[in-house]
């Protein structure tokens, strides 16, 4: 089993003095589950899930949420995720609701409609784009309803929101309960994509726990990928055969990981807890603390927010040139669309794993760049 | 960063004696692999396999394969794998040649047909159910074109083979010239299942090599998940642009790794190479040495094979009784279908990682077995 | 809205002294039929089949199957009408079981498919491969049921069948009893595929009833587009809503007639009747006359059946040269595959509209060519 | 074949003193169209569309748009030819442009979605909420090709327009013209659907002629169902090729009629001509001479156009108690969206077989209904 190899063979990647603030997936998994994995190596289990660390990552999961007879599924990235749960809740003439912003609508090259499945987008949150209201859910399904004609077109068949959403924005816990009564009193499911969820949970801004989540929705996920974890997501199902035969469609979408247990050892790591809290919010509280000191650099450097991200999403406007002098100095980030004139709105997002000391040097710079 | 976490909180594994043949994804990963991943577990990079790392490994790839100008992508699973390629190279009026105990007939929950594709089931090899001949499909694709009612019919698009074969089999170079002659003959693409790949190069009943099979394929792909990696398949176009905007395909298909790097990185290790020869195909070879003392070792205590396999998975005819026994011994493996009256098939299934001991114990236990 | 047309633009169709057994689709319609809708034509009626003589036909339909409450929908043609039933039925888990023989299997052009869904082909009735047993179904559901993978398997969804089959034979009411009862007891549909159903009603060798079909079946279609209709096919559901938003599934399919009347307006007179029988199965009376007396015509020339239906469709095994000089003599039918050394497989159609003569002509006709 | 058949069987459809405007799709066929069926009824053809009449059909169309090279497709409805000719030119990375009110968006149930595709829906013209501009393509183009992140999107693989629209407007030569070249630039094919497009022809408005139209079109249908024919639609591709394997998607979607002559025969019917001037575009121009009569009724009445539209369909702002004297009165057509607090928009649509004194009758029913 010993092999010597030629490090030439592997990639250098360069580190440089780059500051990165361009994704929460950057970097690999808390060292915790590295360990773990190495010190499970050569244990022998059986594949697809079936096996006791995935069982033990149930329980955690369901103790967490407060549902001991809820679901737990795990899939191993979130596009995957989203178009399993949308093929599993709908039937063929309905659709699924979801803000124009949302990210089945707009990043997952099609997966949904690969499904068959229409995503009918709706007027969101007018303070927020990235937010659904109950009001805006509640009308849509009325003008369904409503209208004569709606034999012919894709009916509402269940409410898919993020949290955070795509803007790093939060729902309140009163928000959630009022799309959750809207949802229920039509006879839909509410689906809660948590691909950041740990950042929400970790937020002083959030008023909703993992137990109002597991209460209000029918079906979330919580997301590992960015979070802590090398890849995964866990769904959870809180009222158990919402989905029937759900294995069989996550096989179907290929999502069914042959060495399942490699989900199941990150999650129990994610959801062991040491006082209280599992390792899953506590690792996400450094995304909170360093956006949190990233947006008070920013605003102290006179530079107005994009929009007002409580998680560890950030957006400013930026002067053109100073993004130019960012970029200059070694520092990458996201802009968030085109250019524009001479100020532009661009996304800068910390993670569980984002050195503080990165944004103290960001600090720096920026007494520089916008000096000049 | 750092954690203390109660141990209870994880799932305690039963090794107790057990000695396991059920499959080659029993176990995590090569250490190497292990290690590389810590050792750039802090590196910072760019997504979905924008990163030096996948660079890197796809270079190392194409020069395994001979060919410089191959594109490479890497996906997490097989069936995700097939899927994929599957709908990248049909058109709807296309579907895909199979042997009707193929994997993608059988054991990939309709993957295939929620792409839209129908799976065409054409006679085997009549000394292998698990092979297809270069005449069988000449004559599937004849009689096709031949029928006056044909453009009421699923028109032949491509040909699906596995090697080695769901049954250990392997093609001969020979065969796979035949094979790939007709396909170019007709103008459809040969695709070839390569998730057990290694086990292939490894065996020396093997004459086609990584170049011959590149060479001959329009498209295959060299699985990862089941020769060291912790997942992980490398699919492989040797003629660039086969199928257009793969990596929205992998997208739409759920299969695109945020952290793409994952890949890379495990590819990178199992394409390293000391001398001449690839990491990924030296750790295969304690795959094939086991399962031939394995052989021996059945054949020395006159049970008979219930296909001759050169590869990592053995078949063998157990008289029930004795099956009994090597279970209450703590030895598990797979009855290969339904139990049948006296003697049944069996598979027995070793790997990269399979402890040459537990062959050894094996050897002692059936003493026991079928001595009784 | 007077007009002159020229009438040098119309095609002028040889009619030669051809003799046509090609089909059963090759002639318009009923007279009956167009007076009808001649008569109506200039009624102004709301669209989609929400006209009262839809809601008519379904009543007259209902009435001549003895189900009262049962849901009756109208679709243009059989493919068409298989693939929405089949998606309507069917769970992304599931898929349906048909003879290898079936048209869904083998001429439809992959529409099954196109829905996601896979035809699962089972061992066919050993005397006749167009037919299932309730023994194969019964055993494919419960080696699916023991398989320990069947999970990763598409689940055994419904029950298709055809009546009459592809190759004119007929379900005996015994044995639509044994498949109904074990679909019932496996809890999956039957659906039965009724494209020809007209002649196995008119057939004296039937013995299942349009009651009984009604009884045993949980949804099947009374064919139209080959037994007098210009187009058309009535689905019936027993049971209301087996299949909720069953229109929406059918304008999604692409099936929903915008001028629904004129489906309604033929079924009205197709189950309008006389004496006790629907003109549907009266006019169906004549093609299994000419049928009858097809097969005596060729058995007293010594030609020898391929099969011996009780139906429209009929099937000889004509030594090689008497087909061609049948085909010299301007007599069109259909090869039923290609050609063997001395003697080959040929279909003979016979429909509602076959004149009693051209079968004189044709034994006539055969009187040369076997005589030569 | 001769049958008597009680009357009283047959539904009496309520004449009364309705005058319906609710859509162009009420009434049967051209009466030419009948005697055609009825004279060809009991020809012999074989089926698929493989018949003369067919043939013939296509040619007679091919010569009104001036492409003698055209392939040409007969289909039943428009929901199945968007969906089929959709399915046909979109590759599974790509989905389809479209104004946010297009019949595909919006009336199909999910018909595109059903084949794998996303309807993206741009900013429409924003003086007609119902057309595109060849601006807005080129910018929705631009913003695809500019994203960063736009291999993670559905990529713009086709544009869809209806002429006339789904509010009765018109594209202008010009516009059309833009926008053929805007698509010719990016490479992408131009979609018309033109269910109505006879109404447009026939309009003194239009100054787009089939010949331009096959000219600036990758692909069109010319509608039959709304323009005198029973059912039926023509796709015209000019130049041929564009789609291979039509036919199989056309079975593939359910498409495919049997005896495909009808649809031949009906197109025979409407392309032949008299006086240069094909039946399909005489017989349309009783539906815009009747609308152009309704509008100007209207507006001696006072009304307000909703919207001004040269074709049959025509939209109004009616104080809801004319509305309601009007129904009062036995005259139907549509509200157009739900009834607003004292004035609500309505549609009113003629067609063919509309007969001018229905208009002249509603004429001094508004005198009554507007007076009060």
Redesign the interface.
């Given at each position: 089993?010993e092999?010597?190899?030629?490090m030439s063979?592997?990639?250098?990647?360069?580190?440089m003095t780059?500051i990165?603030f361009?994704?929460d997936?950057?970097?690999?998994?808390?060292?915790?589950i590295?360990d773990?994995?190495?010190e499970?190596?050569?244990?022998?289990?059986?594949?697809?899930g079936t096996?006791?660390?995935t069982?033990?990552?149930k329980r955690?999961i369901r103790k967490a949420c407060g549902c001991p007879d809820a679901e737990v599924f795990f899939l191993?990235?979130?596009?995957?995720?989203n178009?399993?749960v949308i093929?599993?809740l709908l039937?063929?003439?309905q659709?699924v609701l979801a803000a124009p912003t949302a990210h089945i609508n707009?990043?997952?090259?099609?997966?949904i409609?690969?499904?068959?499945?229409?995503?009918i987008t709706i007027e969101p949150d007018p303070e927020d784009c990235s937010k659904l209201t109950a009001e805006g859910i509640a009308a849509t399904i009325k003008?369904f309803s409503?209208d004569?004609?709606c034999?012919?077109?894709?009916?509402p068949g269940m409410v898919y929101i993020s949290h955070p959403t795509e803007y790093g924005s939060l729902y309140t816990l009163g928000e959630l309960e009022a799309i959750s009564a809207v949802c229920r009193d039509a006879g839909i499911p509410l689906f809660m994509d948590g691909a950041r969820l740990g950042y929400a949970l970790a937020s002083p801004a959030n008023d909703a726990g993992l137990k109002d989540i597991a209460r209000l929705c029918d079906i979330f996920y919580i997301g590992g990928?960015?979070v802590g974890a090398?890849?995964g997501e866990a769904v959870v199902m809180p009222q158990p055969g919402l989905i029937?035969?759900f294995?069989?469609?996550i096989?179907?979408?290929?999502?069914?990981?042959?060495?399942g247990r490699?989900l199941?050892i990150q999650f129990?790591?994610l959801?062991?807890?040491?006082d209280g809290k599992p390792?899953y919010v506590?690792?996400a509280e450094?995304a909170i603390n360093t956006a949190a000191r990233l947006k008070e650099i920013f605003l102290g450097h006179g530079i107005e927010l994009y929009m007002d991200s409580p998680t560890n999403q950030q957006f400013f406007l930026l002067p053109n040139d100073v993004i130019k002098r960012l970029m200059e100095a070694g520092v990458s980030f996201?802009q968030w669309g085109?250019l524009r004139e001479s100020v532009s709105p661009v996304r800068f997002v910390t993670s569980w794993?984002t050195p503080p000391e990165s944004v103290e040097r960001l600090n720096e710079i920026l007494d520089d760049a916008v000096k000049i």
């Open positions: 089993m092999t010597t190899i030629k063979t592997f990639a250098t990647v360069k580190r780059m990165c361009d994704s997936y950057m970097e690999g998994a808390h060292p915790r590295l773990r994995l190495a499970s190596n050569f244990e022998q289990t059986t594949g697809y096996d006791a660390h069982e033990n990552a955690l191993v990235g979130g596009t995957q995720t178009a399993t093929d599993g039937r063929h003439w659709g707009v990043h997952e090259a099609g997966a409609e690969a499904g068959g499945h229409k995503v003008t409503d004569p004609t034999e012919h077109m894709v009916a990928t960015k090398l890849f029937p035969h294995t069989t469609l096989k179907r979408h290929g999502g069914l990981l042959a060495k490699l199941g129990e790591v959801f062991s807890d040491d390792l506590r690792t450094n996201e085109p794993a």
